[in-house]
């Protein structure tokens, strides 16, 4: 088996866990980390050093389970497997070996075997010598992560280890959950041992890495994710937005000679909800808004005559392209906007979560710096960002609740925002009628 070669703050883990001879083990080691920490790699680095007490064990010897659990089938065999095999060596150990089940067998009766979290009741009645839980925090659907700790997981190494098992639970976290219970289980049960690593506590992350994430996240995104702190969003899909900060009667309410229109749009008949702005010393400025035309073709219309001379960009629903409104037939609401000189900028679907996320980072991000701002009297469009929420207020379902109809307004900007800023790409080049 390869050296096992950890940094500070993964030490103190294993150090814990694996002890000296005749001294009192921490069971159940709950970690916080951030991004960056290494969490794989000393997940797996303890359940080798499991391995390796199982290893030494006598072939009679029931129940010698080292098992590594990941949120998906994917990810054990994709990050875990490969990082065992041949990062520690266990391929040329194990005399049998297979990535498409995840398994390691050893000749004294060991096993190590990758589990993913979709799979998790085939662990009932397994016996556990050491069970590492990675990203808990991501485990989505049945049966949830209490469940599958204390009727599941937790019973598979106290019946057959009472006196020897052991775990550990590391994941970035998402807020009071019940991984935030575990953490404070130490209080109460002296079986357990948090520890809590931020980004000063990883050498794997630059100076260089941390500005960047600071540059491209908003500050609850980077909380959670580099100073790994409990966080909550709670129901507010824009949870950076506050009217103080965000609404200001300062900003020019009329576009400057030579500005050019940008327009978000939700089409949906009757309402297309529209949300104007002007991009402004790297802002985007909301200073008008549109709501109440029939169709596309009347929006299309008023556009092109309120804002007659000027370069009008639309920023619509990616639908669109194929997505009728209007007669004749075969007309769509994209060509129906082409056809009055508004020029169309989508860049396809992406991920819902994507979007939301380059919204919050343009409304503030990390650095403090703010970058999106409304006039007073886009009403519609405040009303949109502050109340726009989360189906049964938890952000990590990744679903808007559309019940109250106000989120069609949010829904174009989000469309603007992932166009211009994206998350994956935060420089400010090649942006029609930008201002500096």
């Known amino acids: ?48 050093i499991a391995l390796k007490e199982c290893l030494k064990m006598p072939y009679n010897q029931p129940n010698k389970n080292v098992s590594i659990i990941a949120p998906t089938h994917s990810q054990a065999v994709d990050i875990y497997y490969p990082l065992l095999a041949y990062g520690f060596g266990l391929e040329k150990l194990a005399y049998k070996s297979s990535r498409d089940t995840g398994r390691f067998l050893f000749r004294n009766g060991t096993e190590l075997r990758l589990w993913s979290y979709e799979a998790i009741e085939r662990m009932r009645g397994t016996g556990q010598y050491f069970c590492a839980l990675d990203e808990v925090t991501t485990w989505e659907g049945k049966p949830g992560l209490q469940e599958a700790w204390e009727s599941i997981i937790l019973p598979a190494m106290v019946t057959r280890w009472p006196k020897m098992h052991r775990a550990m639970i590391i994941t970035t976290p998402k807020g009071y959950d019940y991984f935030y219970d575990m953490t404070n289980m130490q209080e109460k049960d002296d079986r357990y041992k948090t520890f809590h690593f931020t980004y000063k506590d990883s050498p794997l992350l630059s100076a260089e890495d941390i500005e960047k994430a600071k540059a491209t996240t908003d500050p609850l995104k980077f909380a959670r994710e580099y100073m790994a702190s409990f966080e909550e969003s709670g129901a507010n899909v824009f949870h950076a937005f506050s009217r103080a900060k965000h609404v200001s009667d300062q900003l020019h309410p009329e576009f400057y000679e030579g500005e050019a229109v940008h327009a978000c749009i939700d089409f949906n008949v009757g309402i297309q909800a529209t949300s104007i702005f002007a991009l402004r010393g790297g802002q985007m400025q909301f200073i008008n808004e ?147």
């Open 290 to 436: 549109m709501q109440g035309a029939p169709d596309t073709e009347t929006l299309a219309v008023r556009l092109a005559t309120l804002y007659k001379g000027r370069k009008i960009y639309a920023y619509p629903d990616p639908s669109g392209k194929a997505r009728k409104s209007s007669a004749p037939v075969g007309v769509t609401d994209f060509t129906i906007l082409q056809s009055h000189g508004i020029e169309i900028c989508v860049k396809g679907q992406v991920p819902l979560i994507d979007s939301v996320n380059a919204v919050n980072r343009m409304l503030e991000n990390a650095h403090g710096q703010v970058n999106m701002m409304f006039h007073p009297k886009v009403t519609n469009t405040i009303k949109s960002i502050e109340r726009t929420a989360w189906v049964e207020k938890n952000p990590n379902t990744a679903t808007i609740d559309k019940s109250g109809g106000v989120e069609h307004w949010s829904d174009g900007i989000r469309y603007g925002t992932q166009y211009l800023f994206p998350i994956s790409n935060h420089k400010k080049t090649s942006i029609p009628g930008f201002m500096f």
């Open 1 to 48: 088996m390869a050296d096992i070669r950890l940094h500070k703050g993964q030490s103190s883990i294993i150090r814990f866990l694996f002890p000296p001879v005749n001294t009192p083990v921490v069971r159940y080691a709950p970690v916080v980390a951030s991004r960056g920490f290494g969490k794989s790699y000393v997940a797996a680095s303890a359940a080798c």
